[in-house]
Nanobody, 128 residues
Framework: QLQLVESGGGLVQPGGSLRLSCAASGFTLKDYAIGWFRQAPGKEREGVSCISRSRDHTIYADSVKGRFTSSRDNAENTVYLQIDSLSPEDTAVYYC?????????????????????WGQGTQVTVSS
């Protein structure tokens, strides 16, 4: 059974940093594109990053470009999201999601409907 588990969230002051982890069990992450999404209270789920299976293609939402960095550690079967220069507007539950591309190894998009396996989320709260 495919399972994704996020960790690394917490309470951080504005300007701080966190590194979120997305660990996979039951499947090999290197065969999947991995997206990061977030959802704040009362708002729709928002895509923030996607890293393709090939690792040659990574995309970011405009709101996080230059502050968020997604990376893979295939040996650890884990994907990371480094988030820097945090602001209160980044407060949300952060989710990782996976999809296995059938034809295009560079498949990646900030579209929740593209992904078919989701983690339970990790809370990030930015507050002084």
């Amino acid at each position: 059974q495919l399972q994704l588990v996020e960790s690394g969230g917490g309470l951080v002051q504005p300007g701080g940093s966190l590194r979120l982890s997305c660990a996979a069990s039951g499947f090999t992450l290197k065969d999947y594109a991995i997206g990061w999404f977030r959802q704040a209270p009362g708002k729709e789920r928002e895509g923030v990053s996607c890293i393709s299976r090939s690792r040659d293609h990574t995309i970011y939402a405009d709101s996080v470009k230059g502050r968020f960095t997604s990376s893979r550690d295939n040996a650890e079967n884990t994907v990371y999201l480094q988030i820097d220069s945090l602001s209160p507007e980044d407060t949300a539950v952060y989710y990782c999601a996976a999809v296995r591309p059938r034809y295009n190894p560079n498949l990646c998009a900030l579209l929740p409907g593209l992904f078919d396996s989701w983690g339970q989320g990790t809370q990030v709260t930015v507050s002084s």
